[in-house]
């Protein structure tokens, strides 16, 4: 439970670098530290999906890791993690529907 909350923490982490980068101006980005934090990002993902996270019973963990996976869908949608895990994505969607997750929700 606490690993996999850590490494949920981890893509929030990562996404939020990407982000922040991003707002920067153009000529004052670096490309390089973009690409590594959004490979971070999807090596993260693809550990956790090889797991049964829908088997998983609610928990810090779970919890963290429904909040980052929206985090990166929401901020970062050129990360198309969807397609390469759709039982990742199926969970995500279930657990999206949460009344925590959807008064929490943010506005495009």
């Known amino acids: 439970m606490l690993a996999l909350a850590a490494m949920a923490e981890g893509i929030i982490d990562s996404a939020v670098t990407v982000v922040q980068e991003k707002r920067r ?12 934090k959004e490979a971070a990002i999807v090596r993260t993902i693809e550990k956790i999906a090889a797991a049964p996270v829908e088997q998983m019973p609610l928990s810090i963990g779970t919890l963290t890791l429904g909040v980052a996976l929206a985090y990166v869908s929401f ?16 969970w995500l969607d279930m657990i999206s529907q949460r009344e925590s997750f959807l008064k929490t929700q943010p506005q495009p």
């Open 75 to 90: 901020r970062l949608p050129h990360i198309d993690w969807r397609k390469s895990y759709p039982a990742l994505a199926a």
């Open 25 to 36: 101006p153009e000529g004052n980005q670096y490309p390089a530290w973009i690409e590594r």
